[in-house]
């Protein structure tokens, strides 16, 4: 019979960011970027704007044109037409002419101010009379005022949103270096499990952790590969982690990670594994004891504990640890206070499902309640392993699961 | 010259649920459910769990048998074998009769209690001493205990998540009825616009929304269709409109929202409505005044600024209006303190992009600096038509992008 061999969460990420930290990068057009990760970073490649641009319809002028020009004392300037939108302003503006230049367009060259249409009057089929003196620079937006050839766009490790594509777009990137998809296996063991298209016999459950582990992975932006579940058969689980480390970065195996006579995991690691195997067996965290955290062919195998709350909680905190170190995105969580007492086991971290009302946190409870804690959760919150609860009206912080 | 008809943004809201408040639903099968919502309540249609199950590795027996174990005064009862994982108990257990079930296993109908393995010994193939008194009930979970038959698991509104499709998995259920996809045509236009592909001449620039507004319609859950960068010409726009309101729920027209000679959307939205047309042109917001409502063949069409900042502002908050009248979903937010000082147009509603650390809310600023407040942002927040600003330390509440 194999022993436990218990690791803090701190000791787990530890070893986990110390045994998995290369990761494979490759380069994705704009179009696929969305919550990809920066592999390297983006530095701009042309000045933003690349033309000097009016910031509102209006007259492009020599500032010094305009000196003393009010309502009732308009200067009158010569009209030479105007800028169209995209087009270069090739016009050559003399002293005392003027040109129509629309918002975002280009201002002349000689140009440096622009006065708005409001403070403008067509005097003549040639001439625009100016009625407000304008203060050079006004109105223009400089060339690279918003960005420099050579500034830092976007850092390594940013996890890409639609607004950091914009500003790639902006730029006029149209791919960069990002990490590959972190890709997974999901394999959910049990004799009792049934899958949902089968017909429930006595003493037979549908499988959930297929389902929740699956979905969740796509929250986290991992693309699984296939999911599997299978009955206790020792060879069958075997042959299917072996399919799992050969196409996947993740092989996840819910159920059978304890330490009895069918839990086969932690053995089958190590048969596969060339070097470490097992590299965990056991976490000093409720619920999640029965928790595996291998290394096989330098691909992560994790033993997940059947119970789908247990799994769904163990699946998510291992997870970002193995995610952290190819990015900086810091998963948003919601602050607010707790609506009751909550306990906690003593000497180890406690994880409690809650739902989110506004600002109150409520743990969601019972002892038997799986789908009750599945389906009113909002998320978890993570007590201490020295505190021994926490007390109604204390501020929490809630880990979103999604 | 059109003229702006302003509206506040809770007028907008207002009238946005009263005109576009009926969706298409479609049956979906678990696979394919995450960030689907509900167009009906879900109930059970089984028990769960559908047996009496251990909660433990050990013994089933009648408790009364139990009375007075102790380690020092085991009872010894009769071992009737033991019950496989996925098995029903079908064994007949008569009084001083013992049967192994493992954690999750079956528990014969005639016994009322387990016996953890801890607290019993093998004295004899055939006998098992019990060594400390059993509760009845103990250590079983009833059936239905975690969910009965009618029970309501999930509700119509809710956007559904990992832990949502296992309730539903544990429940056997494996397809229910959820609303359609939205679906978006996105047209950005400007004489100035060129895509990423191109080459940048002097006076043009390229084009970012169809970038940001494809991307956020993703979070937001809203397929694509179809997106288009278009010069301002008033057929072809007409057209691609068109064509958006034939495939899509919303189209998208990013620049031409104004009141100028080459703003073509509001007139080609009056054309193509055979009845309302226009709803709203011109919102009491900062930025984002620009911005057209409009409804043709009950579709909503949106002219959104050609500023991508505000572009992107003004369409998450009629997206959300919009959805709003589905889903009960809730954003998630996050509140934290500013930084520094925020100023805001007194009778409009503004807002400020912003950038998170951890509790730390710092506004994004910058006149032009439109590609810094795309990369830097975390989100946004709104400060009300009756506030001048915010000051340093207030506590705000952060519309995220993601």
Redesign the interface.
């Known amino acids: 019979m194999r022993l436990y061999n218990v690791h803090t969460l701190e000791e787990t990420e530890a070893l986990i960011k110390s045994h998995f930290n290369s990761f494979e990068t490759e380069v994705v057009i704009?179009?696929e970027?969305?919550n990809r990760v920066l592999a390297e970073d983006v530095y701009a490649s042309?000045q933003?704007?690349?033309?000097r641009r009016s910031?509102v319809?209006g007259y492009a002028v020599h500032a010094s044109d305009t000196n003393g020009a009010s309502d009732t004392m308009p200067m009158l300037l010569s009209d030479m037409g105007s800028?169209?939108?995209?087009?270069?302003?090739e016009q050559n503006l003399k002293g005392n002419d003027t040109l129509y230049v629309?918002t975002?367009?280009?201002v002349p060259e000689e140009a440096d101010a622009m006065v708005m249409i409001e403070y403008t009057e067509r005097f003549s089929e040639d001439t625009i009379g100016i009625m407000k003196q304008a203060l050079p620079l006004q109105h223009i937006?400089g060339v690279g005022?918003?960005?420099k050839i050579g500034d830092k766009?976007?850092s390594k490790g940013q996890r890409l949103?639609?607004?950091?594509?914009?500003?790639?777009?902006?730029?006029?990137?149209?791919e960069v270096c990002v990490y590959k998809k972190i890709t997974a296996t999901i394999i959910s063991t049990?004799?009792?499990?049934i899958t949902?298209?089968q017909t429930?016999?006595?003493?037979?459950?549908?499988?959930?952790?297929t389902?929740?582990?699956?979905?969740?992975a796509?929250?986290l932006d991992i693309e699984v590969i296939k999911t599997h579940v299978l009955?206790?058969k020792r060879d069958l689980i075997k042959e299917t982690i072996e399919e799992g480390i050969k196409t996947s970065n993740i092989t996840l195996v819910s159920g059978g990670s304890s330490v009895?006579d069918?839990d086969y995991t932690a053995d089958l690691i190590d048969e596969l594994g060339e070097e470490a195997g097992v590299l965990i067996h056991g976490l000093a965290i409720k619920p999640g004891k029965p928790t595996i955290v291998g290394k096989v062919d330098d691909k992560l195998v994790l033993g997940l504990p059947?119970h789908?709350v247990s799994a769904?909680i163990v699946f998510d905190q291992l997870i970002r640890m193995y995610l952290s170190h190819m990015h900086s995105y810091h998963y948003?969580t919601?602050?607010g206070c707790l609506t009751q007492n909550v306990h906690a086991a003593a000497g180890k971290e406690t994880f409690v499902m809650v739902s989110i009302q506004d600002?109150e946190i409520t743990p969601v409870l019972?002892?038997?309640?799986?789908?009750?804690m599945?389906?009113r959760?909002d998320g978890y919150i993570r007590i201490e392993a020295n505190q021994e609860g926490l007390d109604k009206g204390e501020s929490v912080t809630v880990y979103?699961?999604?």
């Open positions: 704009l179009d970027l969305l042309i933003v704007p690349s033309f910031t319809d800028i169209e939108m995209g087009q270069a302003a629309p975002g367009g280009m937006v005022s918003d960005i766009i976007l949103k639609a607004r950091h594509i914009g500003a790639l777009a902006a730029s006029g990137i149209f049990g004799d009792e499990l949902t298209d429930l016999n006595v003493g037979e459950v549908f499988d959930i952790n389902h929740t582990l699956k979905h969740q796509d929250v009955k206790d009895g069918k059947g789908p769904l948003h919601v602050t600002d019972g002892k038997s309640g799986m789908i009750t599945m389906s959760a979103l699961l999604d």
